[in-house]
């Protein structure tokens, strides 16, 4: 009779219902503890259509913002890169890190965009890694086979281009102005977005 009712236990144990909820929890767990499954997540999101970049409407670009004071960055080697020494070029520049879950996300879309870019010298691409740790971002990028120049911050970057949000991508014009930003993660591939830069480009 016990073996019995042991069996029935362990049948209720092992019902879909119980399976179910426990996958669920160890989903939920994963969500909350690692940035590679949540980011995973928001990139899926992504493909769907969710998160897409807020393009600005022709009547923001008129008056857009040029900074006076310099933005220096600098790669793994210590080389700077001046933003003034950029001028004449398209500048896409996204600001992450590796523990945050929709950089991790939106990282794919930026390396295909980049990719679509490749032989146009008239489009300049950066990733500054806001905690200025090479060779975490440097291991990130190698990982997942992205062919994206990291960066760090060398100077002060002015509250317009970078607040308190990462991940936040900014697009400065030709001339230096800042013509787009986007705090959060998006899909860079959107075809709307890839206009806007060919459209800053014959500019």
């Known amino acids: 009779m016990m073996m019995v009712e042991k069996e029935k236990n362990d049948k209720k144990l092992l019902s879909w219902s119980n399976i179910s909820t426990t996958l669920l929890l160890l989903f939920a767990l994963a969500m909350v503890f690692s940035p590679q499954v949540k980011g995973k997540v928001i990139e899926g999101l992504m493909k769907v259509g969710l998160f ?3 393009l600005p409407k022709d009547k923001e670009i008129k008056t857009p913002l040029v900074l006076e004071n310099e933005v220096v960055f600098i790669d793994k080697t210590g080389k700077e890169v001046r933003l003034s020494s950029l001028r004449g070029k398209v500048v896409f520049i996204n600001f992450w890190a590796t523990w945050c879950p929709p950089c991790i996300a939106e990282m794919p879309s930026i390396h295909q ?13 950066l990733t ?8 975490k971002s440097l291991k ?11 960066y760090a ?4 970057v002015p509250s317009a281009y970078l607040g308190n949000s990462i991940p936040t991508t900014i697009v400065l014009s030709k001339q230096g102005k800042l ?25």
């Not at 911050?153 to 002060?156: D, I, V």
């Open 113 to 125: 965009m980049a990719k679509q870019f490749k032989e146009n010298d008239k489009l300049v691409v």
């Open 128 to 135: 500054v890694d806001v905690d200025q740790d090479f060779p």
């Open 140 to 150: 990130f990028m190698q990982k997942r086979n992205f062919d994206l120049p990291v």
């Open 179 to 203: 013509v787009f930003k986007h705090e959060g993660g998006a899909d860079y591939t959107n075809q709307e977005f890839i206009g806007f830069l060919n459209k800053l480009i014959r500019e």
């Open 153 to 156: 911050l060398a100077s002060a």
């Open 52 to 54: 897409q970049p807020d």
